[in-house]
Every structure is written in C-alpha cells, then in structure tokens.
C-alpha cells in the first residue's frame, strides 16, 4: 500500500468513527478529508474497495493490540483469556474501533460476492488468536467458534443497551461453565479409560 492510500485510510478510518458507515458517501467524506472523490476513486476504486480496506486494518489494528495485551500480561495471572479479551475490547481505546468493525461487517453481509473473501479472512484471523489464548485443555477450533460468537453477542448486547455490568455478569457465568465442563472432562477422562480397558480384557476372554 502506497504511503498517500495509507494516510487516506487513516483518515477515512477517522472520520468513519465519528460519522458512521452507512450513510457514508465519497464525496462528502473527501471533502472532509481535504481530497476530492476523485482521488479517493483513483486509491480504492469504489466505496466498496474503501470497506474492504477498512475491514483488513480494524481486524489488523484490534488484533495488533490484543496481543501487546496477551504478550505483556504477567504468567501468574489467573483472569481468564476471554475475561482479558473482554476488559481489552471494552476500553474507550477499542471499543469505537469494534463498533465500526461490526458495522461494516453488517453492510459487507448484504453483498457477500463482493466481500466474502475479506469476512472469511477476519474470522480464521480471530480463531487462530482465539485458540492461542486458550488452554490447553480447552484448545479445540468448535469451542475457539463458541467463545467468538459469545463475545460477539455480548458486544452488539453493549452496544445497544450498554449494560456493562449485567454482560460482564454474563461472560462470567459463561467463562464458569466452560471451566466447570472442561474440569469434568479431565476427571471423566481416566475413568473412561478404565472402562474402555476393561471391556476389551473381557473381549479377550
């Protein structure tokens, strides 16, 4: 990406956090940006282009940051990596970012021709940085997918009511049953085993 299409983006990313995408058009957000719709066609060809832009550097910023947050926080911390995923995404930094994000996911869904590639990317993007932060015993690609589409539920939940504390109280209890469910799995497991073992000594008899 050229230097000049860059600062544009930057600009345009700006000025979409303030004004929203939908009923966002070129030649008022140009003008906003001190540029003419015509340099803005010239970059990113359509305002379709812009959002496909727009999508690949919200997901690259959010998920620069997240893992500054997950790389600096300290070995011996107990808050569990969604909870931390939570305080990082509901900050006054990241939360506007993930509002637009979201936004332009919506408009980018009523034309998946044009933007299938993009949203398919974003979303093995964020399962792979799901299941690094995961334990290993919870580390399976089908509880990676839960834990996404909880946190998103519950960040389309704050953002239209903003009920911070009642959500946190979700994620939460939603944290405690996946914990509690994997601590069973581990007791279960060896008692399984037995069981299995046992059947084929029979079997042999």
């Known amino acids: 990406m050229s230097t000049r299409k860059a600062e544009l983006l930057d600009a345009a990313l700006r000025y979409l956090l303030q004004h929203g995408v939908a009923s966002a058009s070129l030649r008022p957000m140009a003008a906003a940006l001190g540029t003419s ?36 926080a300290p070995r011996s911390s107990v808050t569990p990596p969604l909870k931390r995923f939570w305080q990082w995404a509901t900050t006054e930094e990241n939360l506007p970012l993930l509002r637009l994000l979201y936004e332009v996911q919506i408009i980018a869904l009523q034309n998946p021709a044009e933007y299938a590639v993009y949203l398919k990317k974003a979303s093995s993007d964020w399962q792979r940085i799901a299941l690094q932060l995961m334990s290993a015993s919870l580390k399976r690609r089908s509880l990676a997918t839960l834990c996404i589409a909880v946190f998103d539920g519950l960040m389309l939940e704050l953002m239209a009511t903003g009920d911070r504390r009642r959500l946190t109280q979700a994620l939460d209890d939603f944290i405690s049953l996946v914990t509690r469910s994997a601590g069973n799995a581990e007791v279960a497991r060896p008692v399984r085993r037995k069981v299995v073992a046992g059947i084929k000594r029979r079997r042999r008899r």
């Open 37 to 72: 719709a015509r340099i803005l066609m010239f970059h990113f060809k359509s305002k379709e282009g812009l959002l496909q832009d727009l999508i690949q550097e919200l997901n690259l910023r959010l998920q620069r940051s997240l893992e500054v947050v997950v790389k600096s």
